[in-house]
């Protein structure tokens, strides 16, 4: 039997959120009315300005033939120059600076430039599932640590078995983190940064969401650590802060070597970012941040509408600091699978069950904020009539 997938493709854990988007479906055709908090996805615009310097550099002609694979350099020294302004960082955009078409682009193919068959990364659970997947695609191995709200979705590192940490390559860590909308302080990062230190790690840091914050103080970047460039890699996209999902570029920064073996990988898998879009994304990073701004008090009222109903109902949760996730913990001994089915079969209410990102996410689930307010009032209303 030739005609069949390679077994890194048989072995994709089934997807499991198959099930949600069949009742989904099976909910829409019968006319059910869903508020869908489960996309982890801006429903807002992208702001006007940048559409406009995509329009004016999709007219350039020397935009119509390949793109260079890493970016132009004006794309990185804007990208350079944000993480100057923002964290205080200093990168030079030539050595410690790739573009990438959307920040899951490069976590996707980082495996394939820094890890070899049989070695150990360390995997938050509850995570993103990119890094897990990939990592496996190439052989490499896993450990789940866990992030409990107890402690604040921060690493339990000392739970880690000491052969484990002794024996892992590197560790991935997504701070503000997606699902449970946690958040490390410079000071917890500085603890990760010790372990890694002691373990000689990689430490791939993933900062999508480093704007998208409610609190006065800005979550920081890893790369603020002193001497961080000597092991870290950080993932940093355009997609949530500037609604820009579908426009996919995203930054790889940090370690020169690391990022030059994520750039040796992109050339022998694509041609860079069209270059219109990184004249777009230059106009976002470079120019005036208000957007931003009100993209945050716009999830600010979301958040806040959605918290005081889940608690005025009984659940318990943290009021996510960043992110636009709330992650709640489902009430009684129900699974998060059931939980998910019941409120979208009894409420109309979509949300994505917490063991759709590991073991560690199981007794929760997420909403995402992705749903205007009013929307949200409708899913309060109704939650107030569903019976737990
Ligand atoms: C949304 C998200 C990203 C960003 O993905 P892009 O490819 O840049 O759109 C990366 N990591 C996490 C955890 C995310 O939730």
Redo the contacts with the bound molecule.
């Keep these: 039997m030739k005609i069949e997938a390679a077994e890194r493709v048989q072995k994709i854990p089934p997807y499991i959120f198959a099930h949600i988007d069949k009742l989904k479906r099976e909910a829409r055709e019968r006319g059910v009315d869903l508020v869908d908090f489960g996309i ?2 801006p429903d807002l615009p992208t702001p006007p300005h940048i559409i406009e310097a995509l329009g004016a550099g999709a007219a350039r002609p020397e935009h119509h033939r390949y793109p260079a694979y890493e970016g132009s350099l004006p794309t990185r020294q804007a990208a350079a120059d944000f993480y100057a302004r923002r964290f205080g960082v200093a990168l030079d955009p030539k050595s410690e600076v790739l573009t ?6 490069g ?1 996707a193919h980082l495996p394939l430039a820094i890890t070899n068959r049989g070695d150990l990364a360390l995997v938050p659970d509850p ?2 599932p ?1 890094y897990a997947t990939t990592t496996r695609f190439v052989d490499g191995e896993v450990y789940r640590f866990r992030l409990d709200a107890d402690h604040e979705f921060l690493p339990d590192l000392d739970g880690i078995p000491a052969e484990v940490a002794a024996r892992a390559k590197l560790i991935y860590i ?1 701070y503000p ?2 699902p449970t909308g946690g958040v490390a302080t410079l000071d917890d990062l500085a603890r990760i940064d010790a372990f890694a230190r002691r373990h000689d790690l990689i430490v791939v840091s ?1 900062l ?2 480093s704007e998208m914050y409610f609190e006065e103080a800005p979550p920081p970047s890893y790369l603020q650590l002193p001497g961080a460039k000597e092991r870290c890699i950080e ?1 940093y ?4 802060t500037y609604n ?2 579908g426009w ?3 930054f790889a920064l940090g370690n020169p070597t690391l990022v030059a073996a994520l750039g040796k990988i992109k050339t022998n898998f694509d041609s860079g970012v069209f270059g219109a879009v990184q004249e777009a994304a230059v106009a976002a990073m470079s120019g005036d941040q208000t957007c931003v701004a009100q993209m945050r008090a716009i999830y600010r009222e979301r958040r806040d509408l959605l918290v005081a109903a889940l608690r005025r109902k009984g659940l318990s949760l943290r009021a996510p600091k960043a ?1 636009f996730y709330v992650f709640a913990k489902v009430p009684g001994a129900i699974g998060s699978m059931d939980f998910t089915v019941r409120l979208l079969q009894e409420a109309g209410i979509v949300v994505t069950p917490g063991i759709g990102f590991g073991d560690g996410g199981e007794g929760f689930v997420r909403f995402a904020l992705s749903v205007p307010a009013e929307r949200i009032r409708e899913a309060v209303a109704r939650l107030e009539k569903f019976a737990l």
């Design positions: 982890g996805d990438l078409i959307g920040s899951k682009e976590i995570a993103y990119v997504n983190n997606n993933d999508a969401y993932f996209s355009l997609s949530k820009m999902t996919r570029i995203g992110t």
